[in-house]
C-alpha cells in the first residue's frame, strides 16, 4: 500500500518487559514523527526524525523511551520496562519535507497489564 | 505558551444540520494550522490545512474552516452532515518547529 504503515496493530505487554513498535513510512518521506495518544486525547509529539537524524526528543517521557531510524526509512520505537501508563496508542506519521501535512498509519494500542 | 485549544468535548448534531467545531490556539504569530478527523481505531486523515493566502479554506468530505487572526481561531465548518461524519476532530498547528500541536478533540455525535 501507499500509505504509513505501523506494526503490531495490538501489543499486549505485561509490565516490566520491553517492546518494540515499527513504523514504514511512506516511501521517500523525508521527516517520520512519533505521537502517543492516551485514551480520550489528543496525539501527544514524542520525536522526530529528518531522514536518519533524531532532531527532537523533547516529547520522549522517559529514558525508557528509544527511537531510531537507521538508514532513513523504517523506524522503531522501543520502550523498555513497561509500566502501566504507557499504555496508549503509538502513532507514527511521515511527510515528503519540513512542513509538509503529516500522513498517519493507523497506529498501535499498547496495553500494559 | 504556544497551545491549541478545543473547547468543546462533544457535539451531537442532527443529520442534514449545520456543523461548526471551535478551534483557538495560542501563539505569537500566525502558525500553520490543520484539521484532522479520527475514526474508530484509525489514524488521522488530514480535512484541511491553511499556511497564508485566503483565509477561507476548502478542504476535503465538504468540509470548510475560516482562519480569524483577530480571534486566534480557525473554526471548521460543514453546511449539512451526513451520519458518515461521526468522528473525533482534532485541531492541530504548527508552531514553527515542525512538530504538530494537538487539541484535546471534539467528537462529535450524528443524530438521525
Known amino acids: 500500500g501507499a500509505g504509513v504503515s505501523q506494526s503490531p496493530r495490538y501489543k499486549v505487554a505485561k509490565r516490566g518487559q520491553d517492546v518494540a513498535l515499527r513504523c514504514d513510512p511512506i516511501?521517500?518521506?523525508?521527516?517520520l514523527f512519533w505521537y502517543q495518544q492516551a485514551l480520550g486525547q489528543g496525539p501527544e509529539f514524542l520525536t522526530y526524525?529528518?531522514?536518519?537524524?533524531?532532531?527532537?526528543k523533547s516529547g520522549l517521557p522517559s529514558d525508557r523511551f528509544f527511537a531510531e531510524r537507521p538508514e532513513g526509512s523504517v523506524s522503531t520505537l522501543k520502550i523498555q520496562r513497561t509500566q502501566q501508563e504507557d499504555s496508549a496508542v503509538y502513532l507514527c506519521?511521515?511527510?515528503?519535507?519540513?512542513?509538509?501535512?503529516?500522513?498517519f498509519g493507523n497506529g498501535t494500542r499498547l496495553t500494559v497489564t | 505558551a504556544q497551545s491549541v485549544t478545543q473547547p468543546d468535548i462533544h457535539i451531537t448534531v442532527s443529520e442534514g444540520a449545520s456543523l461548526e467545531l471551535r478551534c483557538n490556539y495560542s501563539?505569537?504569530?500566525?502558525?500553520?494550522l490543520f484539521w484532522y478527523v479520527q475514526s474508530p481505531g484509525q489514524g488521522l486523515q488530514l480535512l484541511l490545512k491553511?499556511?497564508?493566502?485566503?483565509?477561507l479554506v476548502q478542504g476535503i468530505k465538504g468540509f470548510e474552516a475560516e482562519f480569524k487572526r483577530s480571534q486566534s481561531s480557525f473554526n471548521l465548518r460543514k453546511p449539512s452532515v451526513h451520519w458518515s461524519d461521526a468522528a473525533e476532530y482534532f485541531c492541530?498547528?504548527?508552531?514553527?518547529?515542525?512538530?504538530?500541536?494537538f487539541g484535546t478533540g471534539t467528537r462529535l455525535t450524528i443524530i438521525p
Open positions: 506519521a511521515s511527510s515528503l519535507e519540513r512542513n509538509s501535512p503529516l500522513h
Open positions: 516511501s521517500g518521506h523525508v521527516s
Open positions: 526524525f529528518q531522514n536518519e537524524a533524531q532532531l527532537d
Open positions: 501563539y505569537g504569530a500566525t502558525p500553520y
Open positions: 491553511y499556511f497564508s493566502g485566503d483565509t
Open positions: 492541530a498547528a504548527n508552531f514553527g518547529n515542525e512538530k504538530l500541536t
